[in-house]
Every structure is written in C-alpha cells, then in structure tokens.
C-alpha cells in the first residue's frame, strides 16, 4: 500500500487514511501505540517497554511535519516526539488478515463440521482444518480425548498458551457435598421454562442429548423442605432425574 493513501488534514491536526468511502482519521492513541522509538521499544523482541493502557485515553496530536515523502514527525500531547513511516503504517492499515473470517451461526449450524477426533490433532492438515472451525465459529468439540488427571493440559497447550492462575494451572470441575460455589454443585444452571425459547429461536443451541442418565446415585438434601423458593427446585430436579 502507498504512502500516498495516508493524508494529513488541520484543525484538528488529524492523520487519515484514505478509503474509497472518503477520509477515516486514525487514532492517535492507534499511532502512539505503534512507536518504534528506541527508548520505548526492546529492540530484540520489538516489544513496548511502556504500559499502553496508562497512556493519556484522550490523547492528540498536537503538530504533524513531513520530512520526507514517506515519513512525518509528529508531536502528542503527551509531549512525545517521533518520526513514523507512514509506508510503514499503510501497510499494517491495509495488512491481510491471515486469520479465516468470523461466520455468525446458530441452531442450522453442521455440529459434524465442528467435531475434531484429539487423536488426529498431530497431523499438520488435520489440526489446521480444527483451528479454521475454531476461528471461524468460536467453539470445537474435540472427540476421543483420554480423560486421565491433567490431560486438559495437553490439549490446552497444544491450541496455546496455559496460563496458571491462583486456582492453579486447571479447575477440576465436581461437586462436594457442602460446596460453597455452584462449580461444585451438581445444580443443573438453565431451566427448560428458562431457555426453551432461546432454544427455539437458534440463540442457543443444544450440543449433545437434552438428558443423560448415569448409573451413579444422588442424595438430595433439602435443609428447609417446606420453602416456597426451595421447594419449586426440589420438584424439578426430581422431574428432571426422574426414571
């Protein structure tokens, strides 16, 4: 992209970059991220060694001054000082995205499409097609992953970066007789009343079964039966686990 498609307009002083709908100004907050000055950028990662988000949200530009036909010193308000590359910041403007678009989808959408078997996520071509359903639609479902302890982290490593937070590097996900937090109920969130129309008009969509039935027994205990707010859930959960 030329540096031509980048103009310069006054009051206010205003970089712009030039579309065929006209003029879009380009933030000077976008600009001033986008040093390449010494003092703030490491120059073996090119990384900042500022704090973006502590930059003045309502920065400016309070002068611009061409030096060349392709670079212009530009002053913020912030006081700082630099000269950019204007060819350089055309081509980051009009850059090609390397990543698929993003495809809106709701209960019309081919479940098979998103379904990925873990044991083939080795193969190069196999991986790269899980990757574009993920970037595509938000969301995969990964088929034969062995559920021995840890094995999330295999498969999170293998899409990314983990990173480990104070509840450590994953959350183990099952109910406790006296949990203090829903992660450690077996409540189901959602009732049918509840989600029925969002189900009906696509805004949610259904995985897998509406019910699976386990072997495993479960005690319910009720410490105030006779509650009027308690006693509706009673009753659900024992229609919903009824048979």
């Known amino acids: 992209m030329p540096a031509t498609s980048l103009t310069l307009t006054d009051s206010p002083v205003t970089l712009n970059w030039v579309t065929p709908s006209g003029l879009e100004p380009i933030s000077p907050l976008w600009l001033r991220e986008r040093t390449r000055d010494p003092q703030q950028l490491d120059a073996l990662t090119c990384q900042r060694l500022f704090d973006s988000h502590r930059i003045d949200p309502d920065l400016t530009l309070s002068s611009a001054r061409p030096v060349s036909p392709t670079h212009t010193e530009f002053t913020f308000s912030d006081g700082h000082v630099e000269v950019y590359d204007l060819g350089a910041l055309a081509v980051e403007l ?59 982290l295999e498969v999170g490593r293998h899409f990314g970066y983990v990173k480990e937070t104070n509840f450590g590097r994953y959350f183990e996900v099952y109910s406790r007789p006296a949990g203090n937090d829903l992660a450690y109920r077996s409540v189901a969130l959602g009732w049918s009343h509840v989600t029925q129309d969002m189900l009906a008009s696509g805004q949610l969509v259904a995985l897998g079964p509406h019910v699976t039935r386990k072997s495993h027994g479960y005690r319910l205990s009720v410490r105030n039966p006779g509650s009027a707010m308690i006693t509706p859930v009673v009753d659900w959960l024992a229609r919903e686990f009824a048979g």
């Open 94 to 152: 009009d850059g090609d995205s390397t990543f698929p678009d993003a495809i809106a989808w709701d209960s019309s959408v081919d479940q098979t499409a998103q379904r990925f078997d873990w044991q083939q996520m080795g193969d190069n071509v196999a991986f790269h097609q899980a990757l574009s359903a993920y970037l595509q639609r938000g969301y995969i479902i990964l088929t034969g992953v062995p559920t021995d302890p840890e094995r999330i």
